[in-house]
C-alpha cells in the first residue's frame, strides 16, 4: 500500500522567509503531483514531477524528486501573503490508476 | 470551456436519506474519481472508474453507489448506509495511464460540501 507522509503539515512563515515542504512515500513510484488549495476551493494542479531529478519552478516556489530516496520537496522563496494556502502532494503506485495523497501542508505566510 | 463540473455546491442531507453528487466532465477523460476531504485527512478515495460500465471500490467505498453509463458523467450517491457523510467531495478525471504506468495527471472540479442536517 503507498503511503505519502508530508511534513511538517502546519508551517507559519514571515513574508520574505525560504521554507521546504518534505514529502516522502512508501513504495516504488515513477512520479509525484503538488497541488495548491484555497480554503473551501479545490485542488488546482501546481506540478508534475516524471522522472527521478525532476526539478520544475513557478514563482516562488520550486519542486523537486528523487525517486531512488522516495522524497520530493517544494521549495519556497520569499514568502508573500499569497501563498497562503493548504499544499499537497500525490502519487500513484506504479502500475496502479489512482493517486494517494498526502494529508496536506497548511501554509500561513504573514507579514 | 473544458473541465470538470460539479453541482450542487452545496447540499444538505436529512438523516436517513439517499443524496446524488453530480460530476460531468468534457475533458474527454476515460478515468474518473471520487475523493472524500475531511479536515486534517486529506484525500481519500471512495470510487474510481476507468473506463464505461465499469468502476472500482477506493478505500472508503462503503455507504456509497456510483454509476458510469456515459463517459461524460460519473454520479456519486451518498445513501442512508453512510453514517457519518458530512465532508467536502472532489470529483476529479484523467487520461486513463497506459498498462504498467502510474497515474495520469487529476484534474479536478469545484466540489460540493454535503452537510447533514
Known amino acids: 500500500e503507498l503511503k505519502v507522509e508530508q511534513n511538517p503539515l502546519f508551517l507559519s512563515m514571515q513574508e520574505g522567509k525560504n521554507y521546504t515542504i518534505y514529502c516522502n512515500y512508501s513504495?516504488?513510484?515513477?512520479?509525484l503531483y503538488w497541488y495548491r488549495q484555497d480554503p473551501g476551493k479545490s485542488l488546482e494542479s501546481l506540478f508534475v514531477l516524471l522522472s527521478n531529478g525532476a526539478v520544475k519552478q513557478e514563482g516562488r516556489l520550486m519542486a523537486s524528486l528523487d525517486t531512488k530516496a522516495r522524497l520530493s520537496t517544494l521549495h519556497i522563496t520569499a514568502a508573500v501573503h499569497d501563498l497562503s494556502a493548504t499544499y499537497f502532494c500525490?502519487?500513484?503506485?506504479?502500475?496502479?490508476?489512482?493517486?494517494?495523497f498526502g494529508k496536506g501542508t497548511m501554509l500561513l505566510v504573514s507579514p | 470551456d473544458g473541465g470538470i463540473t460539479q453541482s450542487p455546491k452545496y447540499l444538505f442531507r436529512k438523516e436517513g436519506q439517499n443524496v446524488t453528487l453530480s460530476c460531468e466532465q468534457n475533458?474527454?477523460?476515460?478515468?474518473m474519481y471520487w475523493y472524500r476531504q475531511d479536515p486534517g485527512q486529506g484525500l481519500r478515495l471512495i470510487y474510481y472508474s476507468q473506463i464505461v460500465n465499469d468502476f472500482q471500490k477506493g478505500d472508503i467505498a462503503e455507504g456509497y453507489s456510483v454509476s458510469r453509463e456515459k463517459k461524460e458523467s460519473f454520479p456519486l450517491t451518498v445513501t442512508s448506509a453512510q453514517k457519518n457523510p458530512t465532508a467536502f467531495y472532489l470529483c476529479?478525471?484523467?487520461?486513463?495511464?497506459?498498462?504498467?504506468?502510474?497515474?495520469?495527471?487529476?484534474?479536478f472540479g469545484q466540489g460540493t460540501r454535503l452537510t447533514v442536517v
Open positions: 500525490a502519487g500513484p503506485l506504479l502500475g496502479y490508476s489512482t493517486l494517494t
Open positions: 476529479a478525471s484523467s487520461v486513463r495511464p497506459a498498462p504498467g504506468q502510474g497515474n495520469t495527471e487529476a484534474f
Open positions: 513504495t516504488t513510484s515513477d512520479r
Open positions: 475533458l474527454n477523460h476515460d478515468a
